[in-house]
């Protein structure tokens, strides 16, 4: 699968919103890691916010090609 593939627009249905799915999903998150770290996620932490943020991101693009390749490969015959 490459870049520029043309897609529909989206079709109003009764699935729940992913925004409300999404607001849940952080709300756990948070509470997970204040228990881990023992406070909620404050500026001027100690840590590089850019660096964190970064490594997070290449580790979802990783899971994200992951999930490509393997759904491509599902769709091509063999």
């Not at 009764?14 to 999903?25: C, Q, S, T, W």
């Not at 709300?27 to 881990?36: A, G, H, M, Y």
């Not at 500026?43 to 491509?72: C, F, H, M, S, T």
Request: hydrophobic share 30%; proline share 6%.
């Amino acid at each position: 699968m490459g870049f520029g593939t043309e897609q529909p627009q989206p079709r109003h249905n009764n699935e729940p919103y992913v925004k409300d799915a999404l607001i849940a999903d952080i709300e756990e998150l948070c509470e997970r890691r204040r228990v881990k770290y023992g406070t909620h996620l404050q500026p001027n932490n100690g840590r590089d916010a850019l660096q964190d943020a970064y490594e997070e991101l290449v580790d979802g693009a990783l899971y994200l090609k992951q999930l490509l390749i393997e759904r491509d490969a599902k769709a091509t015959p063999q």
